[in-house]
């Protein structure tokens, strides 16, 4: 295993503040949480800044769940017999969930604890003298903007939810809000404390991406949400930040808060070395003897077949489930769909030598190629030949852009079942697709990639929009070429690059497409789709357009309602008897 930092593992070794001063900390395992009684030394308090961040990378799988599953790139169904699970994933599909349907609880849940760890910290830090402790006013305010930072990161997905949110702001319940607050206000809120926490921290020094201070944030982090936030501002609170937007890009990307540069090849910044990668603004480290929770659940360890461990040569790593695949571009006799919105293979196959489109292979000594997994999956096994089976029926997969029940009919023919949607599905169906490598037992880079929450290339694709949406559509065809550029040969970029630099026209349908090919299953899809005014009006595979828009936001769960009586439901959904 390589020696990486571990924010709340190596917590000692990971403190920002050595822009600040020079600090030598011991190893210390963080397993407690914050209490009166607590801050005794240097290391418990940057312990307790820290433990909202653990909780914040395990609550990436929530975040996956709301932005893929409703949306049309990915998805969930029935594999014979497998993932009916109540029909909740259907009911996520065609946007028919209920005020009683756990998913919709999901970002409240996850949200909420890590904001109050944050407040905690804050709330103490009123009380601390960091003078008692060894630090500087600078290094404490440091800190202080690390929680600040966390707590606006976990607002930004609660807006983006449910918009209508209570504001938490204390550990004080008489500092909070009662109820919920507007969006306006919450937008406020973030606003004032990722620009307040920017003035605190420091500018990321030096190049080779950020080594042992991966999972703390910078000026650019800082920036970056800023980004974020104002680029779906018109949506949110119903008034345009393109001008704000663009700006904190545009930073970002000049360098005025530290180095940053783009991946030379698409899968750099996934790789297991991705804390040297540059294009990484914020990330939350990973390793295989410690936390790696995009390796988990609900996230990319589910996004490939049950018994791939014997194609990836992992099995000592933990087997699979087979939650998500791409959705189909054809139908159950091969022929393209024609919906504008989804079919990704499809999408991807605009640009037939995008070097993604490879089959995923590891090619040994911690390297690979290709990005997603189709056809029968071969491997060597006591000088065999052998093919991944399916976990049922024991027939030999052969993965297709389709939905359907194909079991072990061969590449071509067609089932007897024409029905292809949400409930007649097998385990042939979808490909998969492997964003984080998983490389096999013998490899030291097995799970060790860490979690690109933010990277460079969101910050051009945001201020391309941002120069599209303004009219400047030549400016923002230049911004994507500079990162799409990496996924084809040279050969191809004429052909393949946007006016002006090559022959391919960006229109808005292009520019979501756009979005959809880069951010492929990084829990995004449906902000983006709502952004675009695409979520409630498109159809794609199985889903048709939605009677109106109260769908974009989520509702207020059963239980969430009942603990407070000034809570209000969200606009279009269901309410309880007060």
Known sequence: MKVKNIFFYYIGLSLLLVSFSCTDLTETVYDQIVTENYYNTKDDIIRAVFRPFE?????????????????????????????????????????????????????????????????????????????????????????????????AWYYIRLLDAYRNVPLAVSKDPSLNSSGQVSPQETFDFIETSLKEALEALPVKEGTGGNKNFQGQWNKAGAAALLVRLYLNAEKWIGQEKYNECAEYAQNI???????????????????????????????????????????????????VPVNAHFYFGSRQQG??????????????????????????????????????????????????????????????????????????????????????????????????NKISDMKNGDHNSGWHFVKYPFYGDDD????????????????????????????????AGRLLNEVRKRNYPEEYHNDYLYSPDGNTELTEAELLDEWGREFFAEGRRRMDLIRFGKFTTGAWWDKQPDADDHWEILPLHRDILNTNPTYRQNPGYEDITR
């Open 55 to 151: 909780h914040g990378f395990w609550s990436i799988g929530n975040r996956q769940t709301l932005q893929e599953q409703p949306s049309d790139q990915i998805g969930t169904w029935a594999r014979d017999g497998w993932w009916v699970d109540g029909q909740v994933w259907q009911r996520m599909h065609y946007h028919a969930w209920t005020i009683d349907d756990s998913f919709v609880r999901g970002e409240w849940d996850a949200c909420f604890p890590g904001i109050m760890q944050a407040n905690s910290v804050l709330d103490d830090f009123k009380t601390l003298d960091p003078d008692m402790f060894g630090l500087t006013q600078a290094e404490f305010d440091a800190l202080e903007a690390q929680a600040k930072m966390i707590r």
């Open 253 to 303: 990307i000049d360098g005025d808060y530290g180095f940053y540069a783009l991946g030379s090849t698409w899968d750099e910044v996934f790789d297991w070395d991705n804390e040297t990668s540059d294009e990484i603004i914020f990330g939350f480290p990973g390793t295989y003897g410690r936390s790696h929770w995009h390796y988990d659940g609900d996230t990319y360890r589910w996004a």
């Open 319 to 416: 087997g699979h489930n087979v939650k998500y695949a791409a959705q189909p571009s054809l139908d159950i006799e091969g022929n393209p769909y024609t919906f504008e919105l989804g079919m990704p293979v499809h999408k991807f196959k605009k640009y037939p030598e995008d070097y993604r489109l490879k089959l995923y292979k590891n090619l040994g000594n911690s390297t690979r190629e290709g990005m997603f997994l189709y056809g029968y999956l071969e491997y060597e096994e006591g000088g065999e030949t052998k093919r991944v089976i399916s976990p049922v029926l024991d027939y030999e997969l052969y993965l297709r852009d389709q939905v359907g029940v194909f079991h072990a009919l061969p590449p071509g023919e067609i089932p007897e």
């Open 444 to 475: 030291a880079g097995k799970l060790e990639a860490d979690y690109a929450e933010i990277r460079l290339a969101e910050m051009y694709y945001s201020l391309a929009e941002c120069k599209f949406r303004l009219g400047d559509v030549d400016g």
